[in-house]
Every structure is written in structure tokens, then in C-alpha cells.
């Protein structure tokens, strides 16, 4: 069920950065990654894009430490009642293909801890 929040309007541009990269580490190919986080971010989208072709390009670009770094740091400012949403979106990447990798779950951890949100338990 998506959630939708006027609230993240303003760190959208984090949850993108940090959404892609989730979609990347959960596939091999670039045409898997996209179709991942569009499904990721239809929970924090609420407008009605017109064009995300140029939005989607993140998707194949990759994310930097200090770009990581930077989103994590906005979206630790979030209402705690919102940072579940965004460590599910992680969670749909890594689970999507029935299982999860150590590196997947490790980055999972590190998102949860630096957004100071508890982590599920993740069932594939």
C-alpha cells in the first residue's frame, strides 16, 4: 500500500538518491533497476509525472559516498513516523527476487542505523 505524504516532497530528492541506489545493489541489469525503484518510489510519488525519463536517469547513474553521506543525513531529519516507509522501500529492493545478499542486508543496516529507525526483520 503506498504511502503518501506531502512531507516528503522536500527530501524527495534523497529518497531518489537512496532508493536507486538500493534498485542497483537488488539487480543485474539496468532495465531491472529502473523497473525497481519506479516501484519503490510509487509509495512517495504523489504527483502525476509527465516526464520521468529525466528523473529515472539517476537510476543508472551511480551514488557516491558523499552523495549516500548526504541523503542519509536528510532523511535522519525526518518524523520518526516516517522512516519506516523509506527502510520498506529499501526493504522491497533487496526482497523483490526472494532473497537477500550480505551485501544487500549490510546496506540495509547501515541505512537503518544512520536514519536511527529500527530494522525489520527481513523475510524473503
Known amino acids: ?10 527530501v524527495m530528492p ?7 541506489l538500493f534498485a542497483r545493489a537488488g539487480t543485474k541489469s539496468a ?31 551511480k551514488v557516491t559516498m558523499r552523495q549516500l553521506r548526504e ?3 536528510t532523511l535522519n531529519g525526518l518524523s520518526p513516523l516516517l522512516k519506516p516507509a523509506i ?11 526472494g532473497r537477500v545478499d ?5 546496506l540495509m543496516r547501515l541505512v537503518a542505523d544512520q536514519i536511527d529507525c529500527p530494522m525489520p526483520p527481513l523475510t524473503a
Request: contains cysteine; charged residues 30%; proline residues 3%.
Open 1 to 10: 500500500m503506498p504511502v503518501r505524504y506531502r512531507k516528503y516532497r522536500p
Open 87 to 97: 527502510i520498506d522501500a529499501c526493504g522491497h529492493c533487496i526482497t523483490h527476487d
Open 102 to 106: 550480505v551485501r544487500e542486508y549490510e
Open 31 to 61: 532495465s531491472d533497476a529502473e523497473s525497481l525503484y519506479r516501484e519503490a518510489m510509487a509509495g512517495f510519488d504523489n504527483t502525476k509525472r509527465q516526464n520521468t525519463k529525466g528523473q529515472d536517469q539517476a537510476v543508472l547513474e
Open 14 to 20: 534523497a529518497i531518489q538518491r537512496l532508493l536507486s
Open 71 to 73: 541523503a542519509l543525513t
